[in-house]
């Protein structure tokens, strides 16, 4: 017999069955009560938490509903379910805090003098993170909208997942890449930055721990912080993110989630092992810590394919899995995905709809004619050639440049280099006064907070000229504060 | 000499130049300190606040960056502004709720029933407030299409208020109905439901009480509410929202805005006379109250043009206006705009880089090209008269069917007839017992609470035929309740 002490309060503003329905979460959450457990009878809990039973009953229609039990009047009720529907926040109060007063206040300042600069045409971006005009396909496009102005289907409102050609295009894809999935567990969103957006409204907390690579992308996204996440930074060695720090640090913060870019990582551009993946998804699986794969660069690669996304070794629905056409192929289309369990990519879907009712009905046709006659799959091998150029033109500067005042890797993938100086200097006087200059690069500290020693160089959006130009001002003015 | 009792408290967890300019909007807000007031000088305020005088000039920065006050050394600080700026959450603590627990579940039930039903392909659905397949020129845009695939500029991220060259179109447009905007005080957005998402994030409190008509379509909006806004009913009369009783209301419960839809209204139809419009923008300019202004249904008129938009009598910023092509054009393209005064145009265009990069560039090329060609304004005028037939379907199909069962309006535009029932029944029921025969209507307390009498006919979407057998049916199942 379980020996439960707790009751509902009568005196709280949340109703009863909400209260229960928070108990039970708690006890299923912290593992209590794991998978399989069965739960007292409906009379029995009526009974333990003093209440009438059509109280016990709407409680447990509730978890049910939610995915999290599942029962019959005969074999009792056991519990099925026990990640991602606990960081659901549909019965319990919520309160996103908007912007936050006064934290990271500089680098928000440099995130706007950022947002405004990349606008001014005569400027070298060296901080994007998106592909340069010349490197996107335009006249794959402009061939694409002349087969659909022949035969393209009524521009109405899609389904709230998203175009279902398109979802079936983007199984087909996720195929090549080790991922079987099913269109009902795709979620068509407009670009991965609202991806993330999605996830933060439905599934975190304000005050979600969430652990990111340190250092991470994430740290530079302000909305992400803006909805209450808390970033808790873990190592990366040359592997990848160091499990046993996260493990240790779960078991003593209980965060929501992990946050990780595996593949071509923004900044640093490392790519975590096979090995490590594997490990990963069995060590998450084990404490019960859901994982967001970010996976944006993949088909970035320059010499050889990077292993499979950890989304490919995960068999329990651990993994929320974003991917898109943003950095490969056109940004301003804006499609993403994300895959992950159906229940979760409803929840997803039903707040996508609350927020713009859909994204673009003609850019999911567009992306969906990409896909099915190859043209995606032609392009990438055209675009990974095009990338590389920039990578090495840009390491050849550096060489050139920054031998003696920094050290960086070499990419074998995506848009960045992840410059590391001999000495730290003023980050924020750096950038100003590369922006004097009509340069624009990110300052480490965006992605891991009080780093004074690294840069971000990408490659994507400069031109050739304009890389080398770029990296040898960047060491001018660098050797003007160090020396 | 002013008498300021106030000092901020060096035991909260706000900085002090915060409380000093929170102090300081309060006054303003209140009316306290009009525009024109003149401050006190920085040294009175610092010895009145008992803080050093550098904290006092950090507070009135802040305050002139918000565009509240103008100010230099000879003439004294003076207040300029006293309206959206003071709406803003910059340097408050915001709490933003994201799913208010229990509130009107019912209504969310049925929209979650609603959406669902929507995408059945043998429903007929007479809730919709799109327009039906064969309402949208497939053949022109699929023209468009093949002139942008031999022209089209490159597709990458746009600014973040949107394509320059839409939005002057869209300026071009506004010309035509009585709005003079500059393109940088016009913001496109991902349709209408993100433009009011962006105005919740970017404007709203938690709490925040926004006055609408009553009924509204923004009481079936759960994304507002989830966000926190408390609506707050205004009667409608013949010529539209009821000024004294806003005014009254005002004064006590001191809103943060009006949402109003004075044209073709969703769920009435109702149209708001001329002279009520310039009235109202005069009695909201005296009370400080700003005015979302949701004007999508204005090129879907029958028989005469509606009066020009409250906007254009809006000599003072004071009204954020909502448009797009979704109603009279397509809904998958996923086209908006906002227009207001720049400096609230530009915080809601940082939001909306925050919330998804911006709207599909593709999307915005066509929407463009379909304005500059003239197609989109041919295109009004066979929508118009397609719409009108349906709608006189529908008035039909009402005579026959619900005569002595009902009163309804006759819309002179728009998509909807708001049908009273002469008795009250079970909207469940009837949704319920519709939907079971394949109907799809929407019961009229989604648009406003404990109604119990009425029923939204929209005619935008079912068929000709439909549409009278939905009627009909409807009649049957409400007879069966009543009889």
Known sequence: MLDINWRPDRNSPYRLNIQIVNFIKDKIATGEWPVGFKLPSQRTLSEIFCVNRSTVVSALEELAAEGLISGNAGGGTKVINNTWTLMSINHSHNWLPYISSGLHQTNQNIMQQINQAEFQPDIIRMG??????????????????????????SLGYEEPKGNIHLRREVCTYLKTIGIEADPSSVLITSGVLQALQLISLGLLHTNSVVYVEKPSYLYSLRTFQSFGMQPSGIKLDEEGIEIKELVDRHRRRKGAMLFTIPTFQNPTGSVMSLERRKTLVDACDRERLPIIEDDVYRELWFDEQPPQPIKAFDNNGLVLYIGGISKNLSPGLRIGWIVGSEKVIERLADIKMQTDYGTSSLSQNVTTELFSSGLYYQHNDIMRKNVKIRRDVALEALKKYFTGIGTWNIPRGGYFIWLKLNEGISMYQLFTKALSRKILVHPGDLYEFHSDQYLRISYSYASLNEIDYGIKTLSELVAEQIF
């Not at 994007?128 to 289907?153: D, R, Y």
């Open 128 to 153: 994007s993170c998106e592909p340069s005009p010349e490197l996107i396909p335009n006249k794959m496009i402009q061939g694409v909208l002349k087969k659909l102005s022949k035969s393209m289907a």
